[in-house]
């Protein structure tokens, strides 16, 4: 079983940075796409980023465009979440996940597509 290790979530003030970082326990596939999720309280949990492993597509939501860069480093089945300009309402806890083996076209944007799930890194943000 794959296991996704997450680090880099804190507090910060509205307007700064943080880079999220997931490790995967095993090396991914070339079918493979990682992506980012998150959710905060009262909320469901919902899609934030996500990347094909090979060849680097990538997708995100209306809400992170242009504000957060999802990215890998193949060598070290890593997956990285640079988060700029952020905002209140990006508080939330913030889940790497993993699908193993992806046929869309695009990046997989639902949570039930991905097969293992990292356990979370709180990402606060104040005003």
């Known amino acids: 079983q794959v296991q996704l290790v997450e680090s880099g979530g804190g507090s910060v003030q509205a307007g700064g940075s943080l880079r999220l970082s997931c490790a995967a326990s095993a090396r991914t596939f070339s079918r493979a796409a990682m992506g980012w999720f998150r959710q905060a309280p009262g909320k469901e949990r919902e899609f934030v980023a996500a990347i094909k492993w090979s060849g680097g597509a990538t997708g995100y939501a209306d809400s992170v465009k242009g504000r957060f860069t999802i990215s890998r480093d193949n060598a070290e089945n890593t997956v990285y979440l640079q988060m700029n300009s952020l905002k209140p309402e990006d508080t939330a806890v913030y889940y790497c996940?993993?699908?193993?083996?992806?046929?869309?076209?695009?990046?997989?944007?639902?949570?039930?597509?991905?097969?293992?799930w990292g356990q979370g890194t709180q990402v606060t943000v104040s005003s």
């Open positions: 996940a993993l699908d193993r083996t992806t046929y869309s076209i695009g990046v997989p944007t639902t949570s039930n597509a991905y097969d293992y």
